[in-house]
Nanobody
Framework: QVQLVESGGGLVQPGGSLRLSCAAS????????MGWYRQAPGKQRDLVAI???????NYADSVKGRFTISRDNGKKMVYLQMNNLKPEDAAVYYC??????????????WGQGTQVTVSS
């Protein structure tokens, strides 16, 4: 059974930091492209950051220079370090695992999401 379990969300003031974690199980983690997506109320789910099986990364323009995605294949974990958070970063953040990483994925899994609230 595949599971992606996010943690680390919460309430933070503008300018603050959070580190999201995603624990994966039931997949051959190293071969999956891992990603973080977010969805604010009334909006579509958007890509935040991805990290490929060879640790290449890509970010949404809105988070470049503030967010960092990383992975630990031995622990089957993916992380999202979020710095200088802004109110517009508030959303439910979802972990995604996808294989293969290019084209239409044969396997595509989602976590349950973790809420990030940015407010003073």
């Amino acid at each position: 059974q595949v599971q992606l379990v996010e943690s680390g969300g919460g309430l933070v003031q503008p300018g603050g930091s959070l580190r999201l974690s995603c624990a994966a199980s039931g997949i051959i983690f190293p071969i999956y492209k891992m990603g973080w997506y977010r969805q604010a109320p009334g909006k579509q789910r958007d890509l935040v950051a991805i990290i490929t099986r060879d640790s290449s990364t890509n970010y949404a323009d809105s988070v470049k220079g503030r967010f960092t995605i990383s992975r630990d294949n031995g622990k089957k974990m993916v992380y999202l370090q979020m710095n200088n958070l802004k109110p517009e970063d508030a959303a439910v953040y979802y972990c995604n695992a996808r294989f293969p990483g290019d084209g239409v994925p044969t396997y595509d899994y989602w976590g349950q999401g973790t809420q990030v609230t940015v407010s003073s």
